[in-house]
């Protein structure tokens, strides 16, 4: 398989390169000091289902990696092809291309370290994906936890929602089409598990807000206990957005028209968001959560916003701490970017959405919960139990039917190659801008003007003690108008680099002083949990002078009211934000934003991303392609694969 080399020795050289990371090569010399005569094969198939990890692949898939050897590996962008820029490091299409199919397969069938099942192997090997064991653990756990939520012979009796589904969607009554949001709400509240997928603006807030409200007063009208209720999202950020959203949108629901005691139902809506670590008691040093099956979660109702955001390893945790007889409600757009760590869990349940394959004992039962016909394009009598328990909302009340960005991300999630075709002229919603080099006028320009409005307003003379929150708040919400979002993190088109070029632009434009680190104005990203501060991985602030020292000012917590003053003393995990990557940008909007890509193409460049980074903005989106439109032509056409068994063990067709 590999010549005279021996595979640790290429495993060491990928390691030094930066193609594989160290906790991939410590693998496979464990296996190797544990095992005497182990098959070269064997090794090197360990360290590469190590790495997948790392790339959000849950195992590792092994005719996808002899089909592209480059694919497996973090290699440049150019080299991808399986050249290499390091002529004594032998290319990933050398090391494979001595392998087939059939024969690496039989490497693996070494029972003391690959195994198809439970056991204690370091490996598990399920047909042609090959998993770590702990990974093949978390998958058979949400498999199991999600299949087990189907099983539930007691489909409630649909007499008792209609006339309340009826009075909370009274203002949709009549309007002509399928009312997906009605549809969506009656099916959470026919089983234990419910997935609603919708972009951004389609009502996935509300029509969960009304479902709550829908339980609440069928339970209080039967005479039953209230059923407890929790709220939750992967982030600070999305939870706090959650918040808000929930807060603004309950006083205008008509509850006095679903139940004889609105008091008691508003009573029984959770008033606080709080991030999945929280809800489950998950500590920064690891161990077991404080919720799990042997205790669990206090909860008759679970609804997780923003799911596309939950990977794997969370999800099984879920699962295992809600206990059997709740219901779990996941709300997320499958479109947008899958979580950082390893799996798609949002996108493997919605893979089947868009067609419905609703069969037709759940037909009739909306019909007669709703009122509601199905399309005939959503029936299929072979329609599987989880096809029952996923809705995709489909109209958005965010974007006009002739706005730019919602045009523009149609034709993104389309995969359309002329995606840009009639949208870029800069007169409407998309500004399409092409510099040759990042400090160019091209970027700088809508990049000043984004963020002078907040700069100038923090950097005002403070106001007096009794109204530094509301002021904190106006600078806040000022600069949460405008982001500038890149695709990498490292270049000069990344997140470092713009960050280092934006302060200049700002230094020379007189919005910011020169030679203060924590100077008025300067924002900062949270980049890991900080339990003691109450402040979560991806929370934004802005620096502040109260008294003449400096102090970050963050949004509310979830469920709170004032801001959050922090010492920059005391933050050491923070960094200038002024540019954000896509994947941190995910669960909040702006009025504008400025995309920056990469020149050239990349892996990296993907339809989620662009579609994510696009749909951030409620009215505006800057493009700045420094590479002309080949890049973001390529990215339309390249979707997320990633490697797991989710979908296998779900759909059983």
């Not at 069938?109 to 598990?124: I, R």
């Not at 924590?518 to 980049?527: A, D, E, Q």
């Amino acid at each position: 398989m590999t010549e005279p080399r021996d595979i640790l020795n290429v495993l060491q050289a990928w390691r030094d390169a930066g193609w594989i990371r160290s906790v991939d090569l410590a693998l496979a010399r464990f296996i190797h000091g544990q095992r005497a005569g182990v098959d070269e094969a064997l090794l090197l198939a360990a360290a590469l289902a190590s790495h997948q990890l790392g790339r959000g692949h849950v195992c590792l898939d092994l005719p996808a990696a002899l089909a592209d050897p480059g694919s497996v590996l973090s290699l440049p962008p150019q080299d991808r092809a399986g050249t290499t820029a390091e002529a004594d490091i032998p290319a990933p299409a050398t090391v494979l291309g001595g392998l087939d199919l059939a024969g690496w397969q039989r490497a693996l069938d070494d029972p003391a370290v690959v195994g198809d099942g439970p056991g204690s192997t370091p490996l598990v090997r399920v047909g042609h994906r090959l998993y770590l064991r702990r990974y093949w653990q978390y998958e058979q756990q949400v498999i199991d936890g999600l299949t087990d939520r189907l099983r539930d012979p007691a489909t409630p009796s649909p007499a008792p929602l209609r006339p309340r589904i009826d009075a909370l969607f009274a203002e949709t009554a009549g309007a002509g089409g399928t009312d997906w949001q009605r549809i969506a709400c009656a099916l959470a509240a026919r089983g234990r598990l419910a997935v609603i997928t919708g972009g951004p603006g389609t009502g996935k807030t509300t029509t969960v807000l009304k479902l709550l409200v829908l339980l609440q007063a069928t339970a209080h009208a039967q005479g039953e206990p209230a059923p407890r209720m929790g709220l939750a999202a992967p982030t600070g950020k999305a939870a706090a957005r959650l918040d808000e959203s929930i807060r603004g949108r309950l006083e205008a629901l008509p509850l006095a028209e679903v139940s004889d005691d609105p008091g008691v139902i508003q009573a029984g809506i959770p008033s606080r968001v709080q991030t999945l670590h929280r809800l489950l008691g998950l500590t920064a040093g690891g161990g077991r959560p404080r919720y799990h099956p042997d205790r669990p979660l206090p909860l008759d109702v679970l609804v997780v916003d923003e799911a596309s955001m939950v990977d794997l390893r969370m999800m099984a945790a879920l699962l295992a701490a809600l206990p059997a007889s709740a219901r779990l409600v996941l709300l997320g757009d499958r479109d947008q970017l899958a979580s950082v760590e390893a799996g798609a869990v949002l996108g493997e349940l919605c893979a089947r959405a868009e067609a419905g394959h609703y069969n037709d004992a759940t037909c009739q039962w909306l019909a007669l919960a709703t009122g509601e016909a199905l399309p005939a394009e959503q029936l299929d009598p072979r329609g599987e139990p989880l096809d029952q328990a996923v809705v995709m909302l489909r109209d958005s009340h965010r974007f006009a039917g002739d706005s730019d960005v919602g045009r523009l991300a149609r034709a993104i999630n389309d995969g359309r190659a002329d995606a840009l075709d009639g949208v870029a002229g800069g007169e409407g919603g998309i500004d399409t801008r092409y510099p040759e080099t990042p400090d160019t006028a091209a970027l700088r320009e809508p990049v000043v003007a984004g963020y002078r409005t907040y700069l100038e307003q923090a950097a005002a003379a403070p106001p007096t003690a009794a109204e530094r929150d509301r002021w904190a708040g106006r600078v806040l919400a000022e600069h949460r108008r405008f982001q500038v979002l890149a695709a990498v993190r490292h270049g000069p088109w990344g997140v470092l680099g713009l960050n280092e070029q934006i302060e200049a632009w700002l230094m020379r434009a007189g919005l910011i002083p020169a030679g203060s680190v924590w100077y008025p104005g300067r924002p900062v990203m949270m980049t890991r949990n900080d339990y003691a501060l109450g402040l979560m991985n991806g929370d934004v602030g802005v620096t502040l002078s109260v008294d003449g020292r400096p102090r970050v000012a963050f949004p509310p917590a979830a469920g709170g009211a004032t801001v959050r003053w922090v010492s920059p003393l005391r933050l050491g995990s923070a960094e200038t934000v002024y540019a954000m990557t896509v994947h941190k940008s995910q669960g909040s909007e702006f009025d504008a934003v400025a995309l920056v890509l990469p020149p050239g193409d990349s892996p990296l460049l993907t339809r989620e991303l662009l579609y994510t980074g696009v749909t951030r903005a409620r009215q505006r989106v800057t493009l700045v392609l420094p590479g002309g439109r080949r890049g973001f032509d390529a990215a339309v056409r390249r979707r997320i694969r990633r490697a797991t068994g989710l979908s296998a063990g779900l759909w059983r067709e």
